[in-house]
Nanobody, 120 residues
Framework: QVQLVESGGGLVQAGGSLRLSCAAS????????MGWYRQAPGKQREVVAT???????NYSDSVKGRFTISRDNAKNTVYLQMNSLKPEDTAVYYC??????????????WGQGTQVTVSS
């Protein structure tokens, strides 16, 4: 089994910064793609940023230039540095990971979510 544990959420004023972390643990042989998603009240979950095992990144247009995704493969951890935060960034943020646990064993795993609230 694989677990993803997020940390770093909280309350911040508009224009401020937060850094989210997500550490994967358990039966892990390797991790392919990792990503951050968010879900605001009354809205569907949306992708924020993704990163491949080789470090190729992709961002939603709404966060491009403000957020940076990175990962530490040795620690099985993905980060999301969020700068110039806006009230519309308020949401529960989830990380996910595509994990190989052994030969022919592959799964997509999600963290429990961490709340980010940006006040105006």
């Amino acid at each position: 089994q694989v677990q993803l544990v997020e940390s770093g959420g909280g309350l911040v004023q508009a224009g401020g910064s937060l850094r989210l972390s997500c550490a994967a643990s358990g039966r892990i042989s390797s991790i392919n793609g990792m990503g951050w998603y968010r879900q605001a009240p009354g809205k569907q979950r949306e992708v924020v940023a993704t990163i491949t095992s080789g470090g190729i990144t992709n961002y939603s247009d709404s966060v491009k230039g403000r957020f940076t995704i990175s990962r530490d493969n040795a620690k099985n951890t993905v980060y999301l540095q969020m700068n110039s935060l806006k009230p519309e960034d308020t949401a529960v943020y989830y990380c996910n990971a595509a994990v190989y646990s052994g030969i022919l064993s592959f799964g997509i795993y999600w963290g429990q979510g961490t709340q980010v609230t940006v006040s105006s």
